[in-house]
């Protein structure tokens, strides 16, 4: 049966001389693999299609029982280009895309998901958007849709509001405490988030943007930011422990982002 879906390329595999596997995010039907015979080859008419971020209306062939669907047609819907000629940019998107097709396992629609992924494109693709803060608002939120929604506001022991003061995020729990009920504030298991930084997760957790995208962070707070997000997020997903374009993001991150 042919298919036809609005998908964004997560990976992409050389397969023999002409060959490419993509692995795709869909609106209609969340993640998919399909094989394209033929498109590296230069008398394709897709030749330079299928790319990594790349934004395409797929027509293709449903198969039952298999994985791997084939490769009908596609159609640019949006290329990124100003994401593409800037290196870390590129980097936040490739990590971007890494975290989805690990994280989205199951194949089935979700397209709140998918406006997340095109949400991100969009904004590292804008060159007046903070890069950095783009990808941790993408980060959390893709978080918060897979079910893994962190309590950033009240203390996980008693409740307590956790805004304008200093909080504790404590990594074998994997929970944010009040200073006073946090089980240690040693450091090798435990992280202080400044005021400032719970302000920004909290605008995080309420979906806005602008309040975001507007808040001052020192570059300490920026790296307690960067340490929380993944730390959560490998903590509560196991599929992020093994992601190769970290390696990437670290080597960024440390360069004082
Ligand atoms: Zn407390």
């Known amino acids: 049966m042919i298919r036809q879906a609005e998908a964004v390329v997560l990976k992409t595999i050389n397969q023999g001389d002409t060959s490419k596997i993509a692995t795709l995010y869909t609106r ?14 230069k008398k394709s008419r897709y030749s330079g299609m299928l790319g990594i971020t790349q934004h395409v209306h797929l027509v293709f062939y449903e198969k039952h029982n298999t994985e791997l669907q084939l490769f009908k047609s596609s159609e640019i819907v949006k290329t990124y280009n100003t994401l593409s000629q800037d290196f870390d940019r590129l980097a936040f998107a490739q990590v971007a895309m890494e975290f989805i097709e690990r994280a989205a396992e199951k194949s089935e629609p979700h397209p709140e998901l998918f406006d997340l992924v095109v949400w991100i494109l969009t904004h590292l693709d804008d060159p007046k958007t903070t890069a950095v803060k783009s990808y941790w608002y993408f980060h959390l939120r893709v978080l918060c849709e897979l079910g893994f929604r962190p309590d950033v506001f009240h203390c996980h022991q008693c409740r307590k509001g956790l805004s304008q003061t200093e909080s504790v995020y404590h990594q074998p729990d994997g929970a944010i405490y009040c200073i006073t009920c946090s089980p240690t504030l040693d450091e090798r298991f435990s992280l202080r988030l400044s005021s400032a930084v719970m302000n920004v997760l ?15 962070l020192s570059l300490a707070e920026r790296r307690a930011m960067w340490s929380f ?8 997903l196991e599929p992020l422990q093994r992601m190769k374009s970290l390696a990437v993001l670290e080597q960024i991150y440390r360069g004082g982002h």
């Open 28 to 41: 209609e039907f969340g993640r998919l693999k399909v094989i394209a015979k033929g498109i590296r080859s």
């Open 202 to 216: 909290q605008a995080i957790d309420a979906e806005a943007w602008d309040a975001v995208e507007k808040s001052p």
């Open 229 to 236: 997000l993944w730390h959560y997020g490998k903590v509560h």
